[in-house]
């Protein structure tokens, strides 16, 4: 079945840049959120960041107005559920997934592909609590979703060959580059990416070094586009902290043992740019 309408739910950071990328590949995107504050945010965002394609020549200003009225937003999950393609995109916590796949399940066409946007929670589980797990995949973006190349696919256990490669297929449609990864915590991105932030919030909470020495020297002596610590900011601490809980249950490893530090800025509500404040003070 050919996918042409994608409902994404969760209209933060990760679920703007994906409705932003299905629109500009012509695919009609429904966005939905329970706050409405965030939907019309959201839109805001988009219209934002393709004004700024614009602005850099990436895209025509023909193709940003065809995006935008592409998109539209709904405050029912039913909608979301007749489309052909949902993604899910909320908070990454396990609870909040489950009540949204719940949701949506009842209302749901024979056909639809289920996807979440997880970055490290067990698709295999999160499958197994819907009525098809052989549609259902994790379906990873990275952030800005609108300039990262990389989409992980991630097979759960009874995910069937036709829905991968019609995952494969849409990731190609994008314009982006797609990587199978098998279904273990984290995955591939985020079982590297996130100990390396979690070890830099080490080095911060030992003294080894301060906030701009860390990531200047990531910066500057690997080469890295921010430093970690500024990463951690930009990705959400209670996502790193969430990324690095997955790792130590699920691999029952003390290499990945949050740092203490990293808890507690979270526990501060110091959760990055969103917040205004996290290893760096943003208001
Ligand atoms: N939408 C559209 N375009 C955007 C954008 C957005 N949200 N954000 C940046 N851009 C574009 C800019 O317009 C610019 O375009 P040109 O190349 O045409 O000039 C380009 O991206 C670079 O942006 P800037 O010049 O503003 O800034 P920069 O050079 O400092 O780059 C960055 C910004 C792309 C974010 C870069 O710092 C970077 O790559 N950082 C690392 C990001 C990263 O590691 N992401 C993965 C996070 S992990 C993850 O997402 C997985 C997870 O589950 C946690």
């Known amino acids: 079945m050919a996918i042409q309408s994608v409902g994404v739910v969760g209209a933060g950071q990760m679920g703007n840049g994906i409705a932003h990328v299905f629109a500009l590949a012509g695919y ?5 959120d329970v706050s409405a504050e965030a939907m019309v945010k959201a839109v805001a965002t988009i219209d934002r960041n393709l ?11 023909d193709d940003k107005a065809a995006a935008m009225a592409r998109i539209r937003t709904t405050e029912r999950i039913e909608d979301i559920a007749r489309t052909d393609l949902v993604i899910e995109a909320a908070t990454e916590n396990e ?31 999160l499958a197994s609590r819907t009525d098809r797990p052989e549609k259902f995949m994790g379906f990873h973006f990275m952030n800005p979703v609108p300039v990262m190349q990389l989409v992980e696919l991630i097979r759960g256990i009874a995910t069937d060959e036709p829905t991968y490669r019609a995952l494969v297929d849409v990731v190609e449609r994008l314009g982006k580059t797609s990587a199978s990864a098998e279904d273990f915590p984290a995955f591939i991105v985020n079982r590297v990416l996130v100990p390396m932030i979690n070890e830099a919030v080490y080095v911060l909470y030992e003294g080894v070094g301060n906030v701009r020495s860390i990531d200047e020297s990531l910066k500057l002596g690997a080469n890295h586009p921010m430093g970690p610590l500024e990463l951690a900011d930009f ?13 130590h249950d699920g691999l029952a490893d003390t290499k990945y043992r949050p740092c203490p530090l990293l808890v507690k800025y979270v526990e501060a509500g110091w959760l990055g740019r969103k917040s205004g404040r996290g290893f760096y003070d943003y208001r």
């Open 51 to 61: 004004e700024r394609q614009v602005g850099r020549g990436k895209i025509a200003a």
């Open 235 to 247: 990705i959400g601490l209670d996502t790193c902290l969430a990324i690095m809980n997955v790792l």
């Open 28 to 32: 009609d995107v429904l966005l939905n």
């Open 95 to 125: 609870a909040v997934k489950n009540r949204i796949f719940d949701s949506i399940v009842p209302h749901l066409g024979p056909d639809t592909i289920l996807t979440s946007n997880t970055s490290s929670i067990s698709i295999t589980r």
